[in-house]
């Protein structure tokens, strides 16, 4: 069972190199970034970015942290949530009613965006996409902190579940301004091409679980969906996983394909604000389809009786890496999976809504902008509210403060962002800020035999950072541009 969690964090830590563009960047104006979020929106040029060097980054989002696990002692230490001094009370009272974490990741590997009009931009794109997303119901919590309080002690666990997706992608998009038929109106969408790495979607819907002093029952309806080539996964005996690799066998789980599409009106009033802006996207809106050969599938099997599993210290104050290895291999023994005949499948991937207003001040000097967002999760939905405020010196340079509520972590994002018309262009910014940090070694890793020191925040764990470069190439039908060919040309004419 370690393995199988270590196989999972060698796999996902690599792959936080991330090019998923920020929200703070969303009315950062001629922004080569906020393409990515609604593809009508145009950059101030064309731009060609490389892996490596186009958009690099990590993040994370959660609504738990290390502070609803760890709690400060009399006498200047901490304990661990288990421990006795800590009350149920206290430990489930910080406790958020649906504890999550997400992990978002896009990895360019080649970005290309070009005009081939003074109204039309094209954009071409292939990358690497991960995204996971664990969702952990608080009475499981409940049942880790009690455990068997009284005899019997029932518990039912509802909605728990682990899904991680890894794609390829090749997109193609285009933008075009419609002023000509109806002022201040864009419109752009985009088609993306994918190909599947692999995909888990490890799901309990619900487990009931009554603890006796002689007995322990458990119903659970849980299933576990593998998509992978080159790899089966089986359950042994014991309810551990073991893995056998088949290299001859390597290749793609399956493909499918999404859309982007999104629209921007500019509504001109010709006065102080000159005008209001309104925008609203859809992202990622597709599906992946998996042939049963790439497809593995587990279901529990019903309910199960187990006799001497009493031994579990649940409440003390042990150690806690310990204390969870203990509970997630007695876990998997709890729903009792059965492999059955892998099917054909499709699934979804992760749409994301966007719908803004920026309101321009300051001839376009400064703007304030509010920016709604949904993330259709594969379990539950994330809703976020961000209030902007912009400011553009020159055109070639764009800084901004932001600030995201709805979200059960509040946190300031900044960015900074150098836009020249040709030449090396530049971006660096966060989301999500957090100001306090505490250090820790992660227990796949001390299992392993590696002592690597890790980072987290104190509070919710919500960050990210980000930065790259691209290399901006001009845009020959913009105004300054047209100017220059039309003196060329009269010059030529005299």
């Known amino acids: 069972m370690k393995r199988f969690y270590l196989l999972i964090l060698v796999c996902l830590f690599p792959l936080l190199a991330s090019g998923q563009a920020l929200k703070g960047s969303y009315f950062s104006e001629y922004s080569v970034l906020r393409n990515k979020l609604n593809p009508a929106f145009v950059p101030r040029s064309s731009y060609l970015g490389f892996a490596g060097l186009d958009n690099l980054g990590l993040g994370i989002t959660s609504n738990i942290g290390m502070s609803n696990f760890l709690f400060p002692s009399g006498s200047g230490t901490l304990m661990t949530f288990l421990h006795p001094d800590v009350s149920s009370e206290q430990f489930l009272g910080m406790m958020p009613s649906n504890p999550y974490l997400d992990i978002d990741v896009d990895t360019d590997i080649l970005n290309i965006g070009f005009f081939t009009g003074k109204n039309s931009f094209w954009s071409i794109g292939l990358g690497v996409k991960v995204d996971g997303e664990v969702n952990i119901p608080k009475e499981l919590f409940s049942f880790l902190k009690n455990g068997a309080a009284s005899d019997p002690q029932s518990y039912s666990i509802k909605n728990l579940g682990v899904n991680a997706n890894a794609y390829a992608e090749f997109s193609l998009g285009y933008s075009h301004n419609l002023s000509d038929i109806v002022k201040g109106l864009s419109v752009g969408g985009r088609v993306k091409f994918l190909a599947s790495i692999g995909k888990l979607d490890f799901r309990v819907n619900s487990m009931d679980l009554t603890m006796g002093s002689d007995m322990w029952t458990v119903k659970a309806d849980?299933?576990?969906?593998?998509?992978l080539k080159g790899m089966d996964v089986y359950m042994n005996e014991d309810k551990t996983i073991g893995f056998d690799p088949r290299m001859d066998q390597l290749g793609l789980a399956g493909f499918g394909a999404a859309f982007d599409l999104g629209a921007e009106y500019r509504l001109y009033i010709n006065r102080f604000f000159d005008n209001i802006r309104f925008s609203a996207a859809v992202t990622d809106l597709g599906f992946l389809n998996f042939s049963p050969?790439?497809?593995?599938?587990?279901?529990?099997?019903?309910?199960?009786?187990?006799?001497?599993?009493?031994?579990?210290?649940?409440?003390?104050?042990?150690?806690?890496?310990?204390?969870?290895?203990?509970?997630?291999?007695?876990?998997?023994?709890?729903?009792?999976?059965?492999?059955t005949a892998g099917e054909r499948t499709?699934?979804?991937?992760?749409?994301?809504?966007?719908?803004?207003?920026?309101?321009?001040?300051?001839?376009?000097?400064?703007?304030?902008?509010?920016?709604?967002?949904?993330?259709?999760?594969?379990?539950?939905t994330r809703n976020e509210l961000t209030l902007a405020l912009n400011m553009r010196p020159g055109k070639w340079f764009n800084l901004g403060v932001n600030y995201s509520m709805?979200?059960?972590?509040?946190?300031?994002?900044?960015?900074?962002?150098?836009?020249?018309?040709g030449g090396i262009g530049f971006f660096i910014?966060?989301?999500?800020?957090?100001?306090?940090?505490?250090?820790?070694?992660?227990?796949?890793f001390e299992d392993a035999?590696?002592?690597?020191?890790?980072?987290?925040?104190?509070?919710?764990?919500?960050?990210?950072?980000?930065?790259?470069?691209?290399?901006?190439?001009?845009?020959?039908?913009?105004?300054?541009?047209?100017a220059k060919k039309a003196r060329r040309e009269a010059r030529r004419a005299d």
Do not use: C
Request: glycine share 8%; net charge negative; charged share 20%.
């Open 222 to 227: 849980a299933s576990a969906n593998l998509m």
């Open 293 to 339: 050969s790439a497809v593995q599938t587990f279901r529990s099997s019903g309910d199960v009786e187990f006799v001497g599993l009493n031994d579990i210290q649940l409440g003390s104050d042990m150690n806690l890496s310990d204390s969870f290895n203990e509970i997630k291999d007695q876990f998997m023994e709890f729903l009792n999976f059965q492999e």
């Open 346 to 380: 499709t699934s979804r991937i992760r749409p994301q809504l966007f719908a803004g207003v920026e309101v321009p001040f300051l001839w376009n000097r400064m703007s304030l902008g509010l920016l709604y967002s949904t993330k259709f999760g594969y379990t539950s």
């Open 406 to 421: 709805l979200n059960a972590s509040k946190s300031i994002g900044w960015l900074l962002e150098f836009i020249p018309r």
């Open 429 to 444: 910014g966060s989301d999500y800020t957090f100001m306090e940090l505490a250090k820790f070694n992660l227990p796949a």
């Open 449 to 482: 035999g590696f002592n690597i020191p890790l980072y987290a925040p104190v509070n919710e764990i919500n960050f990210n950072f980000r930065m790259g470069f691209h290399i901006a190439m001009g845009n020959k039908y913009d105004d300054k541009a047209m």
